[in-house]
């Protein structure tokens, strides 16, 4: 199967936390990670919201706060300039809650874990863009009840518009993965559901992910060189 760019007509292309790595936001997993500093089902989890919602709105202010300070970095720019450019189908399923793909110029981009910059309220099911903090239970800006919670997929929540990202994989010639350890599903199986299907699939990563044995190359680096590379 060919990675290559000008034998390709439909591209999906899955991001993770690898990504913005070099724009500064701390990735999940690996030396001083965000899931080393918290447990996971103590903070990203609908039963430590309601177990100690607290924490959690703290948890996602100070990321939601530090975002806002970061910039793109090399690979989101030529992700965007791909995107631009990009005769056939072509669609980023990110499994980051940051903006940086969009700030980057990036267009058909798809938040399968949700977004930082909305708040989701739980009383009237509206989501509002959303930059301030949350942890003082301000009011929807919709119905005005104190309901509001981060606009994120927690573990044991089914992630958005997974019926869009399977159609597009279906279609896709070729299935890229940028900056991800594969470590989450339903994100992390769908390089396989592209290689039964028949796309050929290309690893972009600093290091091996759990789901290296399923891609027909795997390139490894930082993505603000490998990305650039693969793209121009
Ligand atoms: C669900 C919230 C079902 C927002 C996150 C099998 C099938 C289906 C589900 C499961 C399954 N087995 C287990 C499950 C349950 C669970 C799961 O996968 N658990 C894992 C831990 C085993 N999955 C779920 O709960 C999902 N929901 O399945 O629902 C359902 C069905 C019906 C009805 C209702 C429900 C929900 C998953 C979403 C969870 N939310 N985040 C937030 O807080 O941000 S997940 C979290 O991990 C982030 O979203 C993140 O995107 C994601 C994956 O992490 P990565 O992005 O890969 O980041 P990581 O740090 O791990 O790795 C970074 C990589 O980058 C590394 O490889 C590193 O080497 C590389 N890197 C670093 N620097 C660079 C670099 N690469 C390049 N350049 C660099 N400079």
Redesign the pocket.
């Given at each position: 199967m060919t990675t290559d760019l000008n034998d390709v007509r439909n591209i999906v292309i899955l991001?993770?936390?690898?990504?913005s790595?070099?724009s500064g936001i701390d990735?999940?997993?690996?030396g001083g990670?965000?899931?080393e500093k918290h447990r996971?089902e103590d903070?990203?989890t609908p039963e430590a919201f309601a177990r100690d919602p607290e924490l959690v709105l703290c948890f996602?202010d100070m990321?939601r706060a530090a975002i806002q300070e970061k910039e793109p970095n090399a690979?989101h720019a030529a992700l965007a300039r791909l995107d631009a450019g990009w005769p056939g189908d072509l669609l980023i399923v990110t499994?980051?809650?940051d903006d940086l793909h969009e700030r980057a110029g990036a267009r058909r981009v798809l938040h399968m874990?949700?977004e930082?910059l909305n708040a989701w309220c739980t009383a009237c099911d509206v989501r509002s863009p959303w930059r301030d903090s949350l942890v003082d239970r301000p009011a929807c800006p919709e119905c005005g009840e104190r309901a509001l919670r981060?606009d994120?997929?927690?573990?044991?929540?089914?992630?958005y518009q997974m019926d869009r990202i399977y159609d597009a994989v279906r279609k896709a010639d070729l299935f890229v993965s940028?900056?991800?350890?594969?470590?989450?599903?339903?994100?992390?199986?769908l390089v396989r559901t592209a290689r039964d299907l028949g796309a050929a699939t290309l690893e972009?990563?600093?290091?091996p992910?759990q789901g290296s044995a399923w891609f027909d190359e795997t390139r490894l680096?930082?993505?603000?060189d490998?990305v650039p590379a693969w793209v121009d």
């Open positions: 991001t993770g936390a690898g990504i790595a070099e990735t999940f997993r690996g990670g965000l899931w996971v903070v990203a996602y990321r690979a499994q980051n809650v874990h949700g930082h981060p994120v997929v927690w573990f044991g929540e089914m992630p940028i900056g991800t350890s594969g470590a989450v599903y339903p994100a992390a199986g972009l990563n600093l290091e992910s680096g930082p993505a603000s490998l």
